[in-house]
Every structure is written in C-alpha cells, then in structure tokens.
C-alpha cells in the first residue's frame, strides 16, 4: 500500500476522536517522562509505538542527566507504554472506539511486555555496536513485535520478536521512508515546544497500524494475524 494511502486512512480513522487520542498521547507523555531529580526533562517523548523510534528520538529530545533510579523506571514503564499505544491504536482503527482500558493493557500484561522491551533494547544495543545503520536495521526488524503480541497474546516475547523479523522481510525500507516522511511533523512539533506533537504523534501512530494492517493482511494465513 503507498505512504499516501496509509496516511489517507489514518487521519480518517482519527476523524472525531482527537479528545481521547490528545489525552492518551499526554498520558503517555508523562509516564515517558517520570523524574525524581530536581531537574526535570526539557523535552522527552517515544514517538513511535515500537521501540525501533528510539533510534530517532535523539531529533528531537532534549533533557539533563537522569538518576540511576529515574532511569530504572522509565525503562520499566517503557514496555507498558508502548504496548498500551499500540493497543490503543489498534483497537480504535478496527472498531472506532476510544477506550482507555485499551491502553492498560500494558500494564495488565507488564512482564511481557517488559520482558519484549529488555530483549529488543538488548538486541537493538547489540547490533548497534557494529554500527549505527545496523542498529537501525534491527530496531526495524522487531517494530512490529507489540502489534504481534496484541493480534496473538498466546506467543512470548521472544516468539513475537522473531515473528516481527520474518514479518519485516522486504518491508523495513519502506516503514523507515515512511518514518522519514514523518520528519517535517516532527520538527515543527519541537519548535512549538512540543504541542504540534500533540497532532502530530497521533498521526504517525495510526499510520503505523496501517503500516501493520497492510503487511500482516498480506500474511496472515502465516501469522495468525488480520485486519
């Protein structure tokens, strides 16, 4: 399916919700964004809800060192969160209903959920050793992992991360040219100080399940997923 189309039905199925979308992209916000320091975060948000928008976060992220402890549990919310974004996204692209149960999910499933973030982050951090582009590559390959989790909660972390390579085959150019299409968003986003993301995060979230609808449909039989 081209860019222009995914996007076309993204905004359509945003069409009339944008009161519970803006909510949960603040909700989100915070809870990416919990500091015990004195000093808090200038600006700090997970713009995608896969892990592989980490490797893009740095566009446009600004904030002072954090503690040990604020670290720890960022990154143990950071599993949730974007399961519970992805979940949310989901859902309301394939029955129009804005439910915040949709985005607890996360939380109701947080070790696996924690469990799918360590081993990408782990696996991600790994092949960025090597370089930066292979870095990209693998965070790419497991984007699709919370998206498999939702469509099929019978298979573990680790069986959604290889599912999410073998579902990216052929398909990571096109999502990160579609994440670079998102760029522009992005940075007018930080120069209103964050409040274009408001509009624009929830833009390219729902673009993303379609991104995700599109190849799965064309899987499914082997997956066991559908739009």
Known sequence: MERYELKQ?????LEGKWGMVIAITILAMILN???FNNSAPIFRFNLFSGDWGDQFRNMVEVRPQSSTFTSLINF???????FGVANFYLVMTRTAK????????????FLDTLVAHFLMT??????SLLLVIPGIIAALSYAMTYYIMIDNPE????EAIQLSK???NGHKA??????????????LGALTFGLGLLYAVPYINATMVQFYQSISGNQEHHYGVSD
């Open 9 to 13: 039905r993204a905004k359509a199925v």
């Open 33 to 35: 964004n919990i500091n």
């Open 76 to 82: 143990l919310l950071a599993g949730p969160v974007a």
């Open 98 to 109: 804005t439910e915040f149960d949709s985005f607890i999910q996360g939380f109701k499933r």
């Open 122 to 127: 782990v696996f991600t951090f790994l092949w």
């Open 155 to 158: 298979v573990s972390p680790s």
């Open 166 to 168: 073998e579902m990216m």
């Open 174 to 187: 096109e999502l990160f040219i579609l994440g670079l299409s998102f760029l522009g968003w992005l940075i």
